[in-house]
């Protein structure tokens, strides 16, 4: 299909090509075209197979080094050795294979989620469907905010500009028209009746057929030129690497001067060369950066499943930090299931009972209930309400649903109850002409036939923008001028439904003779006002929990609403969003102040009233210039420059265009603020836990980098040799580092003020940690070794610092699970994971010392009860002198209070 002149056909004629109607296809129909054309996606550049991540493995460098001391082994004769370090590698390369392939898995299953819906019409009736089941001759919706999905003609459309900068390179959006190009050869900018995946609807809102899906579309054309593989790291990942390099060089210093020592004092060429191998690899942190990775696509994982998408890995780090939450009312902080509660229409105040969107339900004046088809002011706001919107009212099952703008789903409900019906009404008077609603005008206007030939103008919007254009009022069977008596009474009135916490919209109407030419610009004025719609949007359940939460950790919550002020602050006082000596400043204001100016006072203020999406950007910047890590959400495509201005964008997964969830680093699934606090604490708990094994990995390296060097400092033998040097970094910097990646949360993870972004991955005491742990296991390692050698052969002697160095490690694990609590208080069982690694490892440990066969591969011998008892014994002393620094550092941060 893709040779066909498409801009050359009418729609009619587009329709029938691709044998489809404008009420789209059957769903039987759809089914059978997506089974012969396949899914609507494009090819993309295959991620990392199984296979090349487990080769990968072994060209690591680490790998290599191991396979050159394997064969140094072998050249020297000791196959046992050689034979032994050949399994080192195979399981090395096996456990990073496992991290690798668990975090591939996981980052490609966040990506599928990422799954856009579309509208189409099927039979006539209209659905949401995953936009890779589109199909040619599908009839599917184009609006404002969206990626058009597939290649297709248009059949409608309405003030509709697209971006086509993606394909054309043109940066100027085209405006879209419906007539048919009587052109052979028309370049793709040009063809202004098709739109084409990938491109960006920019205002207004159409129908258009598809033509092309999947790589058999103009984008599908070049997609090879536009794959890439980004394999970005995070900040975090740059941090450890950078640092691992210094660390390596500064081992590796050590790990000369042991050799250089050794062979001073009479050891061979080939035992200290492997000796020097196999501790160069054991004490080098080269696999944090890859630690940091799965701990991180494992915690976006988990973010899943509290409705948090993170789109980018680095926002997962940056979550941590954050100081000030920017987030909008609408479906965020409240239900965005809105109901109309009051109409002011013609000087009275109408009740409207039921809630939700089932059209079910009274009205009521003073109190008694009425037949509203007798009263004709009513039914003008009504009508106009109805006609002057683009949702649609749809009976779901036994639910009834709003395909579009929950508002305007308010409305359509208010309407049903009364008996006006959408498809009864748009059939009496037909649409000719629209002008879309944008935060700028914060109003909407269509324009109908009337049955007598007539064109009636029918606008809805904000109370300000309407009043403003209105000239006149209706008044029973009439229309009067608006004098200034009655905009004070609207006004009046205004007020206190807003200080009730409605959010209101107004209505209004003009009578024209005949049709207007393109430009509809001039039919917004001399309205007739007709009325006020006042609606509730209840607060979620769970939102007051939420925003106190935030204040809990040291976060401040900022409310952004286009809502009068008046009912932004009713609201914002239910949820406790207003702080003590905080403001509410609205968009006018907000628009008078300089930078410089709001930058001053921009902490205090916690609510912003009346403000549209350009203003975003400007508090996020003037949050930011006050040392602020801004979180901000949003959800249109005027919402799209604040989202990448703040630290984290967070777009709407509900609700949200296209356009904004691209700009955003995250995306919530279900709306609500309080997922965006069960993100936070999980972006804390991630980046405590990467300091846990952080801190685990350097002292565990560095107690047996000192354990080497202090017996070549007392003149003592070589108290491990290379192959117990290397099974030592297997188990230890395997298994239990992994297991502290998954750590539950500290009790005061989200009772503490946030990190500053720029802290360091060794703030709180933990180099220094590093340092006297590594001492204090060289030390006792050592001198548990001294004491042996006097008494016992050197086999033996080695066999009792092998095992202490190994349980000096497990204590250590289990001591630091906690920055702040001891063992006792989180309960050994807490972590499961992590206490079957320590079971685990010490199994295998003692297997090694005690089973025949084990001894001759790893050079042990068998242990008395004392012996065992003398190895726990110094190695507990790690346990306890860690659970020491905890209590002073409590202590301190206490201000002397244990």
């Known amino acids: ?16 090509v691709l044998e489809s109607a404008s009420e789209g296809l059957s769903q039987a129909e759809a089914a059978k075209r997506l089974s012969v054309y396949g899914e609507n996606l494009l090819k993309e550049a295959e991620g990392k197979r199984p296979w090349s991540i487990l080769l990968r493995q072994f060209t690591d460098l680490m790998i290599v080094i191991l396979l050159i001391a394997a064969a140094i082994a072998w050249a020297m004769g000791d196959f046992t050795d050689t034979a032994m370090i050949l399994v080192i590698v195979v399981l090395n390369a096996a456990l990073g294979f496992s991290q690798e392939y668990r975090a591939e ?12 819906q579309v509208l189409v019409r099927r039979e006539g009736i209209y659905l949401q469907v995953p936009s890779r089941e589109l199909v040619p001759g599908e009839v599917v919706a184009i609006e404002a905010g969206q990626k058009v999905p597939a290649d297709g003609r248009l059949i409608e459309a309405v003030q509709l500009k697209i971006d086509e900068s993606q394909l054309t390179g043109e940066s100027v959006p085209v405006e879209k028209e419906l007539p048919a190009l009587n052109r052979e050869e028309v370049p793709l900018g040009d063809q202004a009746n098709r739109v084409f995946m990938g491109t960006t609807v920019m205002t207004g809102h159409g129908w258009a057929v598809v033509t092309e899906t999947g790589m058999r579309t103009e984008l599908g054309r070049i997609a090879s030129l536009l794959q890439t593989v980004e394999d970005r790291q995070t900040p975090l990942q740059i941090r450890l690497a950078a640092m691992g390099k210094r660390l390596a060089a500064a081992a590796l210093i050590m790990t000369a001067v042991i050799f250089a020592a ?3 004092r009479g050891e061979s060429v080939q035992t200290m060369l492997l000796t020097a191998i196999s501790l160069a690899v054991a004490v080098i942190p080269e696999g944090l950066p890859a630690m940091v990775t799965i701990v991180l696509a494992l915690g976006a994982q988990r973010m899943v499943r509290r409705n948090a998408l993170i789109r980018k890995l680095p926002a997962v780090e940056t979550l941590g930090s954050v100081t000030t939450i920017c987030t909008d009312k609408t479906g965020t902080l409240t239900q965005n299931v809105m109901s109309v509660e009051v109409i002011y229409v013609d000087g009275r ?10 059209p079910e339900g009274h009205l009521y004046k003073k109190g008694k209930m009425f037949d509203p088809l007798t009263d004709q002011p009513l039914l003008q706001l009504l009508r106009a309400a109805v006609l002057c919107s683009n949702a649609r009212l749809e009976l779901r099952g036994r639910e009834w649903a709003v395909l579009g703008d929950p508002t305007e789903g308010a409305l359509l409900t208010a309407a049903a109850k009364a008996g006006l019906w959408k498809d009864m009404l748009e059939r009496r008077y037909p649409r000719i002409g629209e002008i879309p609603f944008d935060s700028s005008r914060k109003l909407m206007t269509t324009l109908h036939h009337n049955r007598d030939e007539k064109v009636r103008v029918f606008a809805k919007g904000s109370i300000e923008e309407v009043l403003r254009r209105s000239t006149r009022m209706i008044q029973g069977e009439e229309t009067v001028p608006l004098t200034d008596r009655h905009r004070e009474e609207i006004a009046q009135t205004h007020r206190e439904l807003a200080g009730a916490g409605l959010r209101l919209l107004a209505c209004g109407m003009r009578r ?9 610009r001039g039919v917004e004025a001399e309205l007739t006002f007709l009325g006020l719609f006042g609606m509730i949007d209840p607060l979620r359940p769970e939102a007051i929990d939420a925003v106190d939460r935030c204040r809990t950790a040291g976060i401040r919550p900022v409310m952004i609403t286009g809502d009068h002020r008046i009912t932004a602050e009713a609201i914002g006082a239910q949820l406790g969003m207003k702080g003590a000596g905080e403001q509410v400043l609205t968009g006018e204001e907000l628009a008078r102040l300089t930078p410089e100016a709001l930058e001053p006072i921009v902490r205090n203020i916690s609510i912003y009233a009346r403000v549209s999406p350009e203003h975003k950007v400007k508090i996020v910047e003037a949050l930011k210039r006050r040392g602020e890590i801004v979180a901000m959400t949003g959800d249109g495509v005027n919402d799209a420059p604040a989202l990448r201005a703040a630290d984290i964008g967070i777009a709407m997964g509900r609700s949200g265009t296209d356009v904004a969830r691209e700009a955003s680093e995250m995306i919530l699934l279900d709306d609500h603020f309080a997922t965006i606090i069960s993100a936070v604490e999980e972006g804390r708990i991630i980046y405590d836990n990467i300091r846990k094994f952080t801190r685990y990995i350097l002292s565990t390296n560095s107690g047996e980098i000192l354990t080497m060097f202090f017996a070549i400092l007392f003149g003592l033998p070589l108290p491990l040799l290379p192959i117990q040097i290397l099974w030592t970094n297997l188990v230890t910097d395997g298994l239990p580092a992994l297991a502290l990646g998954v750590e539950p949360p500290e009790r005061s993870v989200m009772r503490r003020p946030p990190r500053s972004s720029s802290e360091s991955l060794f703030a709180g005491g933990l180099g220094l940690h590093v340092i006297w742990v590594g001492l204090l296991m060289g030390l006792g390692t050592v001198g548990l070794f001294a004491w042996a050698i006097q008494t016992r052969d050197l086999a033996h002697a080695r066999t009792i610092a092998f095992l202490t160095l190994m349980l000096f490690q497990m204590f250590h694990v289990l001591a630091i699970r906690s920055e702040r609590d001891p ?12 206490l079957g690694a320590v ?17 001759k591969l790893f050079h042990t011998t068998s242990l008395s009860a004392g012996e065992l008892l003398a190895c726990i014994g110094a190695a507990v002393t790690v346990y306890f002198a860690v659970e020491a620094e905890k209590w002073l550092r409590t202590r301190k941060s206490n201000g002397g209070e244990p």
């Open 262 to 264: 050794g062979l001073l």
């Open 1 to 16: 299909m893709n040779e066909k002149p498409w801009h050359r056909l009418s729609a009619a004629q587009a329709l029938t």
């Open 839 to 855: 079971v685990l490892t010490l199994v295998l440990q003692l297997a090694i010392t005690y089973l025949s066969p084990l001894q």
């Open 349 to 358: 105040r109408i009740q409207v009972s039921g809630s939700g969107y089932r």
């Open 823 to 834: 063992l006792w208080r989180i309960g050994l069982r807490s972590n499961p994971y992590l």
């Open 512 to 520: 024209l003779d005949k049709a207007p030419g393109p430009d509809l």
């Open 105 to 116: 898995r996981a980052l490609s299953a966040l990506k599928r989620l990422e799954q856009p």
